[in-house]
């Protein structure tokens, strides 16, 4: 178990601040704002980075505001990203809709989440973290929390076997979808009941416009588009599908369910696709939690709680997420205080924000899953751009879900009703 950023190894028994379990964007943008505080950081990750990771690799509009709050957007900039001024939205029908975000300095990102995740861990060693690759979490204990001699305990493997037991005034789970942190605190609420699998592939072509995205709502699920490299013709193709429909096909033939599925979307290529990566897969993605916070521990990122990704909402909750743990960490660990009760900060701020957003994902499941109400709800936004505008900047985080109620939805309800 190395640090790469010292070259050395932790003792048998090893101390630290806070320890965060999970090196992908929310507990490596945690550390780096962390070590910024004067905490003595740790993140353990299974992985060895730069690493395929199954994503619609968008940062959206709101994504991109927090990382110039959090001082790193001049880190994911140097990963070569290719700005995104809104999204083309299609069903099966042939309803076709555009909305753009508001322009200027609203902007989405499709970057490769290789070279994202990276940039972003080693800026976090850059800022104090100590990080280890290939360490895998085995197990972990967290004592009550009665005195300012409370301690959660982490064991972790390295990738030679090498066993360390951490202490640690702090845990925090950032380690996705099906945390072992959250399952091992009793945090996860239920088993999934929407269960949605993603294929995501790297495709090299010309063709599709390069300064948006786009998405198919069909009958087999939703296809997406996006470029990934400022410089290069290369793209994110992910297909999301129920896993009950189409799981034994997707399992038995990845990459012929793929070609297939991408067929059916409307996109134009003079040259390819090619796939030159993949198909990676992820999912289901429905993992909701009772909370964010145990006694001497918290989650952050996909780990706090989940339902359904569209246009790179996961990034940017991964970054707030971060953001909003930030002070209340430091308070507990120079306080020697903490208690469940004493970071429920964070978890009110947190189910604060996700409350409206994860409202609508719901109401955009129910309605891109039936054929009728996907196509009347996209022809509607082909008839108001207003509305289509609004619409892509909500998703994208950059308007609160109240903006959606204005008189142009009812107006392109009559319209397209009639």
Known sequence: ?????????????????????????????????????????????????????????????????????????????????????????????????????????????????????????????????????????????????RAASHRTVVEAVDHDGRRTVWTARLLVGADGLRSIVARQLGLVRRQPRLRKVSLTCRLRGTGPPRDGGGLLFGRIGTVGLAPVHADEPVWNGTVVVSARAHGRKLASDPVSFFRNAFLQAPFEWDVGPDIVGGPWASGPFDWPTRCAIADGALLVGDASGYFDPLTGQGLYRAFRSAELATPVIVRAVRSARSRAADLSEYDRGLRSMLRQPRALQRIIEVVVSRPTLRHLAVTGLQAVQPLANRFVRVVGDAMPVPALVIPETACSLLRVTR
Request: charged residues 20%.
């Open 1 to 145: 178990m190395i640090d790469r950023s010292t070259g050395s190894r932790p003792d048998p028994v090893a101390a630290a601040d806070v320890i965060i379990v999970g090196g992908g964007p929310a507990g490596s943008s945690l550390a780096g704002l962390l070590a910024l505080q004067g905490i003595d950081v740790v993140v353990l990750d299974r992985a060895q980075f730069p690493r395929a990771k199954p994503c619609g690799e968008c940062i959206n509009p709101g994504g991109v505001s927090a990382l110039a709050r959090l001082g790193l957007l001049d880190v994911v900039e140097k990963c070569h990203p290719v700005r995104l001024a809104g999204w083309d939205l299609f069903t099966d029908s042939g309803a076709r809709a555009s909305g753009r975000f508001a322009g200027g300095t609203e902007h989405g990102l499709g970057v490769s989440r290789a070279a994202l995740d990276h940039a972003l861990l080693q800026a976090a060693r850059d800022r104090g973290a100590r990080v280890y690759e290939r360490t895998k979490l085995v197990g972990l204990s967290v004592s009550p929390a």
